[in-house]
């Protein structure tokens, strides 16, 4: 019987990240988690979800800024994982405004601290998280891949197109598999509290107003967490491959012509308007919100639409999930989690 390959993932205490990890356990990966469990939001959110991934004899958790120097490698050269998967980032268009250090660090310091690793002790494949934000001023729809992304609107959306960079170098110099995920509006149960459908909610059951940006004039391609882990996991066996020259690239596969590297859209490929969204959440609860109609927030964009093709054509599977199932699983885990 084959030994269980070992997966690390860093962010293993956030939103995704703890399922991801959940989802990895389940297939019998041994899991070393590295998350820093800042304040940033709750931090009794992320000490639950990691106490839940605990209670797997297989999952060891390292609670540590990925970007403290030489942690990752010493990680990396005692566990030698097959897979990485690197989720670990500040997150969030708004915030990065009003502290841009600290997405300076966790997400540029940190991916270079991961990738030194990786070039010292080499995995089978790397899988990091990028974000839908970095198609930035781009109003063809939907997002292929393939288009150019040279106008981020935030700084936030700025440093994940670097990590996108910096990634595609280490590929191309040291020949490591990279996958890079650009993730589209990602909610469920255990979500973040900084994201709409958390706010939402909350501010529903406590019968206050919600605050609806651009006046209700959004559109996202909300993406329910099952629907991401899923393929995650599908692309974790999918490792990209140097072709041996630019003619063997695919017709719409974002695989570099000099590296083992891509970038794959995770997204439902089917955008809702932010009402739609709202309604969800106002049949799941029951409770008519009170809309405070707001001007767009700076670095923020009106709309998103991924191109799933790629995923699809790699996988075979494609995100379904309807935002009303979808939200009323959240709403169901928000009030037993909160007792409301």
């Not at 030994?3 to 356990?25: D, K, M, N, Q």
């Not at 942690?71 to 030698?80: A, N, P, Q, T």
């Not at 310091?109 to 089978?124: I, K, N, W």
């Amino acid at each position: 019987m084959s030994e269980p390959r070992t997966a690390l993932v860093t962010g293993s205490a956030g939103f995704i990240g703890y399922h991801t990890c959940r989802r990895l356990l389940a297939d019998g990966f041994r899991v070393v988690g590295v998350d820093s469990l800042s304040d940033y939001y709750d931090p009794e959110l992320k000490h639950r979800r990691q106490a839940g991934l605990l209670q797997n004899q297989k999952f060891a958790a390292i609670n540590e800024p990925i970007e403290t120097p030489g942690l990752l490698l010493d990680l990396f050269e005692e566990h030698r994982p097959d897979v990485v998967i690197h989720l670990a980032a500040q997150a969030g268009v708004r915030y990065s405004i009003d502290n841009p250090r600290s997405y300076l660090e966790s997400n540029l310091v940190g991916t270079f601290e991961l990738l030194e690793a990786a070039r010292a002790y080499p995995p089978q494949h790397m899988l990091l998280a990028s974000t839908s934000s970095a198609y930035g001023a781009n109003t063809e729809m939907p997002y292929r891949e393939t288009m150019r992304t040279d106008h981020q609107m935030s700084f936030y959306a700025a440093t994940k197109k670097a990590t996108e960079s910096m990634a595609h170098s280490y590929a191309h110099l040291f020949d490591l598999p990279v996958t890079m995920f650009r993730f589209f509006t990602v909610y469920g149960p255990w979500g973040r509290p900084d994201m709409a459908l958390f706010k939402f909610t909350r501010a529903m059951l406590q019968g206050e107003p919600i605050d609806v940006y651009n006046h209700g004039e959004m559109m996202r391609d909300f993406t329910y967490i099952d629907d991401l882990v899923e393929a995650i996991r599908r692309l974790v066996d999918a490792a990209p491959v140097r072709p041996a020259s630019p003619e063997d690239i695919a017709e719409g596969d974002s695989l570099s012509p000099v590296a083992p590297w891509r970038v794959v859209n995770i997204g439902n490929s089917q955008p809702e308007q932010l009402g739609d969204m709202i309604a969800a959440v106002e049949e799941a609860l029951g409770i008519e919100a009170k809309r405070n109609l707001m001007p767009m927030q700076a670095g923020d964009v009106p709309a998103t639409w991924a191109d799933a093709d790629l995923l699809r054509s790699l996988t075979g599977y494609v995100p379904s999930t309807h935002i009303r199932e979808g939200v009323r699983k959240f709403v169901d885990w928000y009030r037993d989690y909160y007792r409301e």
